[in-house]
């Protein structure tokens, strides 16, 4: 049964090494609160521009600005804040004058859909009726840095810190709540509109500063050239469409 | 460096649980699988040792189903008693419990099958009843490959990490072990406390593994 052996190792191989990046791949690692509305985008890139490939790479952004500055092959990164891309700036991985704002979010509290409660201030919170609130890890995800901030800013961070749950990742957040794991959870509002039957937006928190997405080509970038063509499309009126219809408002 | 201390001591308390249990149900289960004779033995033994070889996702998504809330013992559990399992240290014990379990059952099999039966025979005839027969001829003779198991699986539960972050999350203090504080740390870009946190963890592992070699069927034992 030697021969059967082989043959099937080297077609198991053999489909690994077709599934190896190409010159003409473009790999663009993105904040996960963008997954959805880029995935839609990306068809609309590649044709037009024949012959390019799309490759997303989707996780907190913090973790994508590790991932580039201990030296992943990225054409495109877009954040989910301005920090994190200021620290990729500092880094040298992009430059400040090829940076973009492309599309703006909220933030928002959800609560599972079968919750028999709905808060309606971040002091409510603090009430007995919410022992568990998800909250991206503010040392990585943006949106963890966003809600410690609101958080802060109201007087209320020290009582709702005891009660946080950590998510690596603002969709992680949004899952623990749509399984009624947690009491509540903060995410984007183009987050909570994904599941609308699972969960529910209590309320929008008003942030300090407008919650924008920067995105910029990597100057050291193995097809950097269509890094330039993605970021420049991002701010096409077709793209812009793409992502207004997933929530996103204008940057 | 404090901030490291508390993982390494949530960690070495679910490894110690979850070896604890272990302990009782790996032997049991060891035992059954070397003295049982049924049908579908073998199947038995393959399903048991599937936690040491499935992907760690695909348990913990397996454990949310189950003990999640609104999971198939999970909801009944908050329904009569108001326990909630995830994002708990229960929860970390379980996951670490299921993925260490093969090591020990496995070790106390093979420990039991080399276990020379006439000794036991010999037992018998001279009038030891069954249960007092594993206590005081059984066990003795097949503690070390047992007790090899327990080590190795003491090692895995320290560094478990899919399944836990799946049903445990990471809750500083609560939940976040070892491998959590190390996955966060690296992503967080804090290269020192990462560094620190692999330092520990990779000595603790030595250790046992040393520990275990030195336990080894067929060593023979130092006379201490």
Redesign the interface.
């Known amino acids: 049964m030697r021969v059967p052996l082989i043959r099937g190792l080297s077609l198991v191989f053999g489909a690994g090494l077709a599934l190896g990046v190409q010159a003409a791949d473009l790999t663009v690692s993105a904040a996960a609160s963008l997954s959805n509305a880029l995935r839609d985008i990306a068809p609309l890139f590649e044709a037009a521009n024949p012959g390019t490939r799309v490759q997303y790479n989707f996780a ?1 952004s ?2 994508l ?2 991932q580039m ?1 201990k030296g992943a092959p990225v054409d495109v990164f877009a954040s989910a804040d301005q920090d994190t891309m200021d620290q990729a700036q500092a880094r040298g991985l992009v430059r400040a004058s090829q940076r973009r704002d492309f599309v703006s979010n909220r933030l928002v509290v959800i609560v599972p859909a079968n919750s028999p409660r709905t808060p309606a201030s971040l002091a409510d919170l603090a009430q007995p009726g919410y022992a ?1 609130i998800a909250i991206g ?1 503010p ?2 995800v943006p949106v963890g840095r966003y809600t410690k901030g609101v958080l802060e800013a109201a007087g209320q961070w020290r009582a709702i810190e005891a009660r ?5 990742n603002v969709r992680q957040a949004l899952d ?1 709540v749509q ?4 009491d509540a959870g903060f995410v984007y509002a183009t987050d909570a509109a994904l599941m609308p039957d699972k969960v529910r937006v209590a309320f929008t928190v008003p942030t300090a500063k407008p919650i924008l997405y920067p995105v910029a080509p990597l100057t050291a970038g193995p097809n950097a050239a269509m890094g330039e063509r993605f970021v420049a499309f991002l701010l096409t009126p077709a793209a812009q469409a793409v992502l207004a219809r997933h929530g996103f408002g204008k940057p | 460096m404090t901030e490291a201390w508390t993982p390494l001591a949530l960690t070495l308390q679910v490894a110690g649980w979850a070896t604890a249990i272990n302990l009782v149900l790996g032997t049991a289960v060891g035992f059954a699988l070397a003295r049982g004779r049924f049908p579908g033995r073998d199947v038995l033994d393959a399903a048991l040792t599937l936690p040491m070889v499935m992907p760690p996702t695909v348990l913990g998504y397996y454990l949310l189903v189950v003990i999640g809330t609104q999971g198939v013992l999970g909801a009944w559990l908050l329904q009569h008693f108001g326990i909630r399992l995830i994002f708990t240290a229960e929860a970390a014990i379980i996951a670490a419990t299921i993925v260490s379990f093969p090591l020990v059952f496995k070790a106390a099999r093979a420990a039991f099958e080399t276990v020379d039966p006439q000794l036991e025979d010999a037992a018998r005839t001279l009038g030891v009843g069954e249960g007092a027969l594993f206590f005081r001829v059984t066990l003795p003779l097949a503690w070390r490959g047992i007790l090899a198991g327990l080590l190795l699986a003491f090692a895995r539960a320290l560094g478990e990490f899919g399944a836990t972050l799946m049903v445990a999350g990471s809750i500083v203090g609560k939940t976040q072990t070892l491998s959590i504080a190390v996955y966060e740390a690296v992503q967080a870009g804090q290269d020192h406390t990462a560094n620190f946190l692999v330092a520990v963890t990779s000595l603790t592992c030595m250790a046992v593994l040393l520990a275990a070699g030195r336990l080894a069927p067929g060593r023979v034992a130092s006379r201490g």
């Open positions: 907190a913090g973790v600005l590790q500055a568990r890890l040392a990585s946080m749950v950590g998510a690596t623990y399984r009624a794991e947690v």
